[in-house]
């Protein structure tokens, strides 16, 4: 039972002859434990490498060489991996999802690619776009692609854009991967030094599955926390940062599977 529950929540689904992800879930599967933390709310304070998975008009935003690694357990069965790299204005990564032996006969792998650009239109607007390909490895190989445009402005409210899917070809015959929106708004909370934070919210898969997202985040010198919600699902993380080195840890609660896990370390150079 568990099985079937891990893979319904991935969306695996349909399920004509074998299993399989869809390009939306795959890569949300990539956030970062930051990310994660806020429950998909945090779209319009995405920047450094993880927004090649969230928004990639954020990799504007950032400076030098970042580079991001992140590894995830899903529901006690399922794991994933995903690494990034970016510099101001392009960045690039690549991700695995393996469902492990979730029972005797059925397994489910697949891999990913993205690279993205953000060009900073002014000191506070950029607008971005990036290409992702999703390869199906097991238990059958198919290849699909998407392109997106993305945009983000920074301010006292902050706004962060996503349209998925404006071109894109999907690995399974018959699949079609509809256009999809996603909105997010950012205010930051008065708060005073040495505390800092924001309060967020975001709409995410306007023309597929519509979802509502809220979450906040607090900083204090070099540590962060963030919590979010989104439908049945609550999240939190912890990032703490030392020298050029930051470590992210996230949890996802869901009403009716087990818990996911993730951990993330960013370098910058």
């Known amino acids: 039972m568990r099985g079937i529950l891990v893979l319904l929540s991935l969306a695996f689904l349909p399920l004509p002859v074998w299993g399989h992800v869809g390009m939306g879930t795959l890569f949300e599967l990539g956030w970062d434990a930051w990310d994660v933390g806020m429950a998909g709310a945090g779209l319009a304070l995405a920047s450094g490498p993880g927004a090649l998975f969230t928004n990639p008009a954020g990799i504007a935003w950032g400076g030098g060489l970042q580079t991001l690694c992140s590894s995830s357990d899903l529901f006690g069965v399922a794991s994933v991996s995903s690494l990034s790299a970016s510099v101001p204005g ?26 993205a650009l953000g060009i900073p239109i002014s000191q506070n607007f950029a607008l971005g776009g990036r290409v992702r390909v999703l390869r199906h490895v097991l238990p059958k190989e198919g290849i699909g692609w998407a392109g997106d445009l993305a945009a983000s402005l920074r301010g006292p409210l902050s706004i962060g854009v996503v349209v998925e899917g404006l071109m894109a ?16 708004l950012a205010l930051p909370l008065p708060l005073g030094e040495p505390l800092t934070g924001a309060l967020a919210g975001a709409v995410n898969g306007f023309g597929e599955v519509v979802a509502f997202s809220l979450g906040a985040e607090l900083w204090a010198q070099g540590l962060g926390v963030r919590v979010g919600y989104s439908g049945e699902k609550l999240a939190c993380a912890v990032s703490v940062g030392w020298e050029a080195f930051r470590l992210s840890l996230a949890t996802e609660l869901h009403a009716t599977l087990p818990a996911s896990f993730r951990a993330s370390l960013g370098v910058m150079f």
């Open 90 to 115: 392009f960045g690039i990564g690549g991700i695995v999802l393996d469902s492990g032996p979730i029972d005797e006969e059925l397994r489910y792998r697949a891999e990913g690619a993205v690279a």
């Open 169 to 184: 070809r999907a690995p399974v015959s018959g699949e079609s991967w509809p256009p999809s929106v996603s909105f997010g």
